[in-house]
């Protein structure tokens, strides 16, 4: 029996295999066997590697739960016969799919990396291959027979992040994506530098507990200077509302307006929950802090601390899905349940 790590490669899509439409210009998704063509460099990795492709690849603005629950099948499908899974993903969603599929796959023990690029495979200047190629490596790193890593992370330009802590900052930089409140878990330079104090402890491989159903009867709200009353009253009084992220200032704050509170009381009070997040690229909502917070505080606003907009939605998305009793949510909602938030 081969000793060699045993990698999934999956391709969802994304600018990685694309190429331009011949009459419009405009780039497409194509044949994933061509993307293997392209990379002669994988077969001298230390690893056996296959392939699963989606039957449409999608560019990732098209991403959505289906697909999500798609990924999480084929992960759920293959995972005994494989150490580790590399999904290939456009960038402009991948912190959104990768935040959801850490929830999605409870007690995961084996790695599951994200990777995509800025420009097209068989572009002369291309970043694809560096993260692939560095991906497919970090998801075969063995130690003591298991895999080293054992959660969903995101490679992109030399560095390994945890999913759920990720962002998507440039549309034009091959550095793409930051971890503004977690540092990155691997380091790729001459060697890999892999910060092991910071990976989640490895799980029990025969506990993977696949979760398809995800409750999308969410929004994003993000705040602004001059937000009118009937605007937000309009998007708290949607009927099928379960949760709300709300994108606050500085350090969670908000208007002080009687109107904004009392609508917030209201959409509570019927069972909404609402989630405080930052706009700050980096830092955490603190409740409290400031008198701009304070009666969020007061009136059971749930504190998202240093979470990412992209996690927070996948995660209301996620624990909505559980009906979770209400009087606990609040409390399950602020605690870490993937490394995805600070303590
Ligand atoms: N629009 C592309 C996508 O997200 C961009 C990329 O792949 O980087 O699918």
């Not at 800025?118 to 003591?144: C, F, V, W, Y």
Request: with cysteine; proline share 4%; charged share 20%.
């Amino acid at each position: 029996m081969s000793s060699k790590a045993k990698i999934l490669l999956i391709y969802t899509g994304g600018t990685i295999g694309m190429r331009k439409d011949f009459n419009t210009g405009a780039l497409k998704a194509f044949n994933f066997s061509k993307l293997l063509q392209r990379v002669p460099e994988l077969k001298q990795l230390d690893c056996e590697i296959e392939t699963f492709t989606f039957d449409n690849p999608i560019d990732s603005s098209n991403m959505n739960p289906q697909e999500w629950a798609n990924i999480a099948t084929i992960i759920e499908d293959k995972y005994n016969a494989f150490d580790g899974f590399v999904v290939l993903h456009g960038s402009d969603t991948m912190s959104y799919s990768a935040s959801a599929l850490s929830f999605m796959l409870e007690n995961l023990a084996k790695p599951v990396i994200f990777t995509g690029s800025q420009l097209p495979i068989g572009d002369l200047r291309t970043d694809a291959k560096e993260n692939l190629i560095t991906a497919i490596q970090i998801a075969s790193l063995q130690a003591n027979g298991h895999p080293v890593v054992s959660e969903v992370c995101l490679y992109f330009e030399y560095k390994l992040y945890r999913g759920n802590r990720t962002t998507k900052i440039s549309a034009e930089h091959f550095k793409a994506f930051t971890s503004p409140n977690y540092p990155a878990l691997v380091d790729s330079g001459v060697n890999l530098k892999i910060r092991s104090e910071l990976l989640l402890p490895r799980q029990n491989s025969n506990d993977l507990v696949v979760h398809k159903k995800l409750d999308n009867n969410v929004v994003i709200v993000k705040m602004f200077p001059g937000m009118s009353e009937t605007v937000l009253e309009a998007i708290l009084a949607i009927p099928s509302l379960k949760g709300v992220v709300l994108e606050t200032y500085g350090s969670g704050n908000a208007p002080t307006e009687d109107w904004f509170i009392a609508l917030l009381v209201k959409a509570i009070n019927r069972g909404v929950h609402i989630v405080n997040v930052t706009q700050c690229s980096g830092g955490s909502v603190n409740m409290g802090q400031y008198e701009t917070s304070t009666s969020m505080k007061e009136i059971g606003i749930i504190s998202g601390k240093d979470i990412t907009t992209e996690a927070a939605i996948t995660k209301l998305m996620y624990l909505l899905s559980l009906n979770i009793p209400l009087k606990e949510f609040k409390a399950i909602y602020e605690t870490a349940i993937r490394g995805e938030i600070g303590e």
